[in-house]
T-cell receptor
Framework: AAGVIQSPRHLIKEKRETATLKCYPI?????VYWYQQGPGQDPQFLISFYEKMQSDKGSIPDRFSAQQFSDYHSELNMSSLELGDSALYFCASSEAVLGKLFFGSGTQLSVL | TQLLEQSPQFLSIQEGENLTVYCNSSSVFSSLQWYRQEPGEGPVLLVT?????EVKKLKRLTFQFGDARKDSSLHITAAQPGDTGLYLC??????????FGQGTRLTINP
């Protein structure tokens, strides 16, 4: 069965650079969530989208922005990267009615 | 502050033993989910409990949702080395925003 696809799998950036993370949800899933997981930490909710509209917002810095496109894929844009942004970024998708989240394998972002 | 408190945070036991992991909160959740996460991978959903007092079994794993829907437990019977991993509970709030506990890192020694 198709799963949530995230790209890239690994990303290395320098401070003050920008990064774009992509997420392709499971087909027919219309809700996408972004989570940030620091080393040894639990996943922290950043933002979610339902039917291409932002549905909820968590601890997402102002330097980050995200959107969901007409094909339901989502992109997380990160600017002015800081060392503390180094983390595993997960995308998850769900069918809104069921509410079960399926996670991608994540993008490991390292900011040097 | 952590909305969902998991305990213990670390647990190392011998193969064949039983164990229980707890997930507690002062808040009510519409449902609670349990995930297992391998290093460098995304969390994988194990079970969702929705009704207060609900008990679900997944082979040797038993999940229970508290009557007041504020807490949950995961009990593993006759643990095996393959059960080793990070177990996360997560509560559903609001527009399906999932709030995670800090996780229990379980190690089963052969």
């Amino acid at each position: 069965a198709a799963g949530v696809i995230q790209s890239p799998r690994h990303l290395i950036k320098e401070k003050r650079e920008t990064a774009t993370l992509k997420c392709y949800p499971i087909p027919r899933h219309d809700t996408v969530y972004w989570y940030q997981q620091g080393p040894g930490q639990d996943p922290q909710f950043l933002i979610s989208f339902y039917e291409k509209m932002q549905s909820d917002k968590g601890s997402i810095p102002d330097r980050f922005s995200a959107q969901q496109f007409s094909d339901y894929h989502s992109e997380l844009n990160m600017s002015s990267l800081e060392l503390g942004d180094s983390a595993l970024y997960f995308c998850a998708s769900s069918e809104a009615v069921l509410g079960k989240l399926f996670f991608g394998s994540g993008t490991q972002l390292s900011v040097l | 502050t952590q909305l969902l408190e998991q305990s213990p945070q670390f647990l190392s036991i011998q193969e064949g033993e039983n164990l229980t992991v707890y997930c507690n909160s002062s808040s009510v959740f519409s449902s609670l989910q349990w995930y297992r996460q391998e290093p460098g991978e995304g969390p994988v959903l194990l079970v969702t409990v929705v009704t207060g007092g609900e008990v679900k079994k997944l082979k040797r794993l038993t999940f229970q949702f508290g009557d007041a829907r504020k807490d949950s437990s995961l009990h593993i019977t006759a643990a095996q080395p393959g059960d080793t991993g990070l177990y996360l509970c997560a509560g559903v709030r609001g527009a399906q925003k999932l709030v995670f506990g800090q996780g229990t890192r379980l190690t089963i020694n052969p």
